[in-house]
């Protein structure tokens, strides 16, 4: 199984749902980003620790930390490792220095507590696959956006009125127009309505 290794890109609040945030992980060496919805506490533990903010009070992951270290266990990694109907999976590795074994974590939780290890993110190649959304697919639909603006302004007639949402035979918005939308909503940097399209696009291609 290959391994991904991923970097935090940012936070995003929720346009729609309060208390709501978006992940957004990329790829190391590549153009792949990966949005994560995640709750409110854990986008906090996050940020607190990108910071490097030290909290009054430890908070849980902080704690998770502690007793690990009182125990003498070490994180070497963490790992999303699965997608499945929509939500992650993902693993904390850990190590006692004996024996090397693994904890079922979300995602929100293995990265907050791999931060303070200091430990690298993974993920494997089928869930980038899936849920990855791909950069230059991004440059190419702003580099067209961009043209059809410059077409706008250079119309005598003071513009045309925009063409209605293509749908397709079963009354739904087409493939070409989500991706379209996809392309706006990472634009305005609203990922947690590029998640729910890229999810929609996954469903319609399966």
């Known amino acids: 199984m290959k391994k991904i290794q991923l970097e935090i890109l940012g ?5 729609s749902q309060s208390g709501s945030f978006a992940l957004i992980l990329g790829e190391k060496t590549g153009n792949r980003r ?11 533990s996050i940020a607190i620790q990108i910071e490097k903010i030290n ?22 990694e963490v790992l999303i490792s699965d997608l499945k109907e929509g939500v992650f999976y993902s693993k904390i590795v850990c190590t006692d220095g004996a024996t090397t074994f693994e904890l079922d974590a979300r995602p929100s939780d293995a990265i907050a507590i791999g931060l303070r290890f200091g430990v690298p993110i993974f993920t494997v190649e089928s869930v980038l ?3 990855g959304i791909i950069l230059s697919d991004l440059d190419e639909n702003a580099d067209d956006d961009a ?3 410059d077409e706008d302004e250079d119309d005598d007639t003071g513009g045309t009125k925009p063409e209605p949402t293509p749908r397709d035979p079963s009354g739904q918005v087409s493939l070409e ?7 706006q909503a990472l634009l305005n940097e609203d990922y947690e309505k590029a998640a729910k399209i890229r999810d929609e696009l996954n469903k319609r291609n399966g």
Request: hydrophobic share 45%.
């Open 11 to 15: 936070l995003s609040s929720s346009q």
């Open 147 to 149: 043209d059809e603006d």
């Open 129 to 131: 696959s899936e849920a």
């Open 34 to 44: 990966l949005p994560i919805i995640i709750g409110m506490f854990e986008a906090q």
């Open 177 to 183: 127009e989500l991706g379209k939308m996809l392309s």
């Open 55 to 76: 909290p009054n009070r430890p908070l849980t992951h902080d704690l998770f930390k502690s007793f690990a270290e009182h125990v003498h266990v070490a994180v070497l």
